[in-house]
């Protein structure tokens, strides 16, 4: 990477993130050279825990996110407090002495494992060592540690460890093994204000007398259960390999995040976002609690519990965990509101964790009102929107159902279920739900789920039935798939779409007669303006011009017409060009909506 992190710079940088982070270089065979079952093994509470605790602290808790103004500098979004070294330039001879005022006498270990196990989470993984490069733990291979360099002159990871094992948490730790702005010798996003003399930086030094020492520490003095590391896209495989021996040799059974970088980790990390669809393989999505990972005294943009819950939920029904993050404050403590929403969780968790935890994803492709969770013989139907008629159904469900309650009901007072078609099925929920942030139904089948994938037309009109680019059958030579930004799907499209009989089409089936407005969801330049396309479904064909959407990536609706689907049976929804201006693509797509009309 260039000196000065330009948008190029950036945009590379992010992406190779991104890429680490989805996973999408994990080798089928373990580096480890462990067999399939043993990495089964040593991951099965990682499986079943779904929902940890990440905290970032360190001793940029003290300025909070501000420093003399200059904190906006340099500030990538979401990305200050803990960086505010970088971002605000500061030298190490300023920063170095924040720690002698780092003294969080609050501090109380077994409260802050409380905290999260009452919230419901079953794993933490707290900031070792940040990109500051100051250590949070008693660590003889650097001085720059928290027992050394500060009044406070206690071990808070040693007190973690004793109160985790107390209370039946595990522990992970966050290590920044690459990029430190504390070190001469490190390199990635390195410190170039002290030392600008990149030629003379030597990433072994670095890593030799510093990140492994100190990782090494970490594995001995607390045995953690995750190593959490970041940011690895200046590391080589063979110093990926090194961490990943050091710890088989010392702690074979810690779990390890991908960012230890080349391909080596355990699972994928998507950050401050969840995938769109089911990715192939483990994932564990990291969020804040409000905008910034490290404390911000002035950050109040606190998520409710319900979208906690919900967040929750939508990871959990695609197989991955949740590590959401607190930034506790340089007295030690949490923010009073976290501990708040943290506690909120908690009520539903009581109520609802079976539905979470030891599951896995649900059968199913989407569901308009929700999302599932699985176990053998169990389908937990988690209702996000709940239906105003009270008929949920439950799309392409073969497997017979033996009895429905809603869990949060302990009597498990059954709710009446019926055939709704050969292959779908109807549950009569009561008028209200349990919970509005997500009322969960027990269905027991009768084995495994057997399930109809093809998209169910939902005739609710508070349901939407959305059929997106990435699930479109496409067909012609130039048109492509393409836009989809880190498995976010906001941003994906169906597009270079030149050819007038290139086509798009996605079948469905219905269960009941009704009429349905038809959305497109598009972008489109000035020069596309004008372009005409064509939807058809049941004998019925709509045509609708393109419109310049403006700026470049907003996607805008545009409603083509209404159809109607007169009773059950199989179709298929399609769009073809009808006119495209030469030298144009038709639009980019993003999906076709089908909203059901208010009879
Ligand atoms: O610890 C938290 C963050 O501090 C850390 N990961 C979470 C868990 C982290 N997030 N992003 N990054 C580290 C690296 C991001 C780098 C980039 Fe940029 C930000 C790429 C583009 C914007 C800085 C500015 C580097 C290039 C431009």
Known sequence: MSRRHGAIGACLLALALMRVCMGADQPATSPSGETPQQRDARLAWWREARFGLFMHWGIYAIPANEWKGLEKKNSPPGLGAEWIMYNAKIPVAEYEPLARQFNPVKFNADEWVHIAADAGMKYMVITAKHCDGFAMFASKASKYNIVDATPFGR???????????????????????????????????DNTWDFPDRAKKDINKYLASKSLPQVKELLTLYKPAILWFDVPNDLKPEHSRQFLDLIRALQPDCVVNDRIGNGMGDYGTPEQFIPAGRPDSLFEVCMTLNNHWGYDKNDHHWKPAGEVIRNLVDIVSKGGNYLLNVGPTAEGVFPPEAIRILAEVGQWMKVNGQSIYGTTAGPFAALPWGRCTAKPGKLYLHVLDWPADGRLLVPGLKTNVVQAHLLADAQHKPLSVTRA???????????????????????????????DLTPVLFNQPQYRNVFGASAAKLHGKTIRYGGRNMGQQIYDHIGSWK???????????????????????????????????????????????VNATGEKSTFKEFKVGTVTISGP?????????????????????HAVTLVPVRK
């Open 155 to 189: 071990d808070p990871m040693k007190e973690l460890k004793a109160a985790c094992d107390k209370q039946g948490m595990r522990l992970g730790f966050y290590y920044s093994h690459s990029w430190d702005w504390h070190e001469p010798d490190a390199l990635g996003l």
């Open 421 to 451: 078609g050969e292959q779908d099925v109807a549950v009569a929920l009561p008028g209200e739900p349990a919970d509005p942030a997500d009322t969960v139904v027990v269905l027991e089948i009768e084995g495994e789920p057997v399930v």
């Open 499 to 545: 050819d007038a009989a290139d086509w798009a089409g996605w079948d469905c089936r219905a269960i009941a007669p009704g009429a349905f407005d038809v959305v497109i969801t598009c972008k489109a330049d000035a020069a596309q303006q004008g372009n005409e396309y064509m939807v058809n479904i049941a004998d019925q064909q709509l045509t609708g011009q």
């Open 569 to 589: 049976g199989r179709y298929e929804l399609t769009v073809k060009p009808k006119t495209i201006k030469p030298g144009t693509a038709l639009m980019d797509l």
